[in-house]
């Protein structure tokens, strides 16, 4: 894990960064409109007639369209910018794995002073924490904390509070509890026009889902259709793919895909339960495996 300190300076860096760029953007608005204003100029003529009988092609109705794209130009630029700076520690969890020093930092940047403003990108930046913060619970197995995390905090990504919700009745094998989350979340999944963001969020669920109803077969199949974005999300689906296995009696499989987990989960809770299941269960119960149904 990082210094601790040099943690926090990493965060008040990205809090200074995100108040430069609320101001970057008026700058980056003003730049388009001249940008934008001298093109169609040097296409149409002079934007304005300053004698009678001279051609001007700029009217009220122009100035509305050019400030409307000068606007969205600033906002997705500064939006990309803010992104960049929000997501920069994401790959700790996502590719290395390291849900510990990832829930540090989303708690370090959740802490900081809170803005005065309730609409602005400090106190965005601050939201971005504590839906990391949620992710970090999640990824670190630590779900009755992530409960009164939720309870506690508004504002959080709703889709992350549902899949946190989702995970937690996965553990404790409670189908009603996955429905009450899923029901949760089912009108904004039916409303997103993203087929394929959609089609990769199914696929998780259904994922969840078999593991919550006990369903290994189904849970089988799932884990070859659903396909992982990440390394952290490879660890997952290949823990619950080894459970799945574990419920069939099939352990050698099973075996394999805790190995998987165990070598590269680095601080994981999925590691954590990969280990408990090779040193617990398939080391006391060889005499359980099943043959293949090809052999």
């Known amino acids: 894990m990082q210094d601790y300190d040099k943690i926090v300076k990493m965060i008040e860096k990205d809090y200074s960064t995100v108040k430069t760029v609320k101001y970057l953007i008026y700058v980056y608005f003003l730049v388009s409109v001249a940008v934008i204003t001298l093109i169609l100029s040097l296409i149409f003529g002079n934007p304005i007639s300053y004698h009678e009988g001279d051609k001007s092609w700029m009217g009220f109705s122009d100035v509305l369209l050019i400030m409307l794209a000068s606007f969205i130009i600033a906002w997705l630029i500064g939006s990309r910018q803010f992104k ?15 849900a510990e020093t990832f829930l540090v930092f989303a708690n370090c940047g959740m802490n900081k002073p809170k803005p005065d403003y309730e609409r602005n990108l400090e106190q965005a930046l601050r939201r971005s924490y504590e839906t990391y913060c949620l992710l970090g619970y999640q990824a670190c197995g630590k779900f009755k904390a992530a409960e009164e995390f939720i309870n506690t905090h508004k504002g959080l990504n709703r889709r992350t509070v549902s899949e946190t919700k989702m995970m937690a009745a996965a553990e404790r094998r409670d189908r009603d509890a996955y429905d009450s989350a ?4 089912k009108e904004i999944l039916e409303a997103t026009p993203f087929k394929r963001k959609k089609a990769k969020w199914v696929s998780k669920f259904n994922f969840i889902k078999a593991m919550a109803y006990e369903d290994y077969e189904e849970g089988l199949k ?10 952290y999300e490879e660890m997952l689906y290949t823990l619950w793919e080894g459970e799945c296995n574990v419920g069939l009696g099939r352990l050698n499989e099973a075996e394999k895909c805790f190995r998987y987990v165990s070598e590269n989960g680095n601080t994981l809770f999925a590691k954590r339960k990969a280990d408990k299941y090779l040193n617990e269960v398939l080391n006391r119960a060889p005499e359980k495996e099943q043959p293949k149904e090809s052999e």
Do not use: M, P, Q
């Open 84 to 98: 960049k700076v929000s997501s920069r520690f994401e790959h700790i969890l996502t590719e290395d794995c390291d």
């Open 182 to 185: 899923y029901g949760e979340i």
């Open 222 to 231: 799932c884990a070859k259709s659903v396909k992982a974005e990440n390394r």
